[in-house]
């Protein structure tokens, strides 16, 4: 980790736990919406990071740091709790459960371009030369524009990036079981049992790993022609 990381680490760390308790809070409601109180009762519908932190101390504390001391981007997990039960009475309820964890990081992707946006009508920022993960913006206005700079673009990138990852439709993945939209309830059924079998778990990591590094740039271009649409752009 270089010195300009070490000194945004508290920065991607406020983000990372933001965007991983909406994620997982979405979920939550979406299932208490959907008839399961289970992450309900066990207090995961909430904006207070504290009950996920306590529920997955691993993913959200340990793989963070090291993951952002070793690859220079913060990851990690959580995870919200259901009834099996319901999940197999109630398929396509299940899958709207899975989608609103993505969907949260995408609505966390648009405040940010927002309030990116409001910066530069304010003269806080402008349109960077080359825009990357942690820089979407030009800070213009000292060192409090510079981090609130770094955090929206670090809350814009990291958030288009942990909703576009899990919707990659293999196990243990959100987009496993989001796919089931797409089906009846009983192929939806069908379908989750054999992808969620025990053994494909690792095997689904280690897909996504591979597939995603080819798919994200391209993502991530898109998403800043949108941020920028009246501008080309080198993305770096």
Known sequence: MNADQLAAAPLWYVVFLLST????AAHALAAKIGGDDTAAL???????PVPHIQREPFGMVLVPLLSLALGGVMFGWASAPYDPRWRQRYPHRAAWMAAAGPAANFILVLIAAAAIHIGIGMGAFEMPVSPNFTALVNPLGGEWTEGLGTALSI???LNLLLGAFNLLPVPPLDGATVIGLFMSEEQALR?????HQPQFGMIGLLLAWYV???IFYPIFHTAIGLLYPSAAWVVS
């Open 21 to 24: 308790t909406c994620h997982e």
């Open 42 to 48: 066990g207090g995961q519908v909430t904006l207070n």
């Open 155 to 157: 809350l814009f990138s």
């Open 191 to 195: 379908a989750w049992a054999f992808l």
């Open 212 to 214: 995603f590094g080819e």
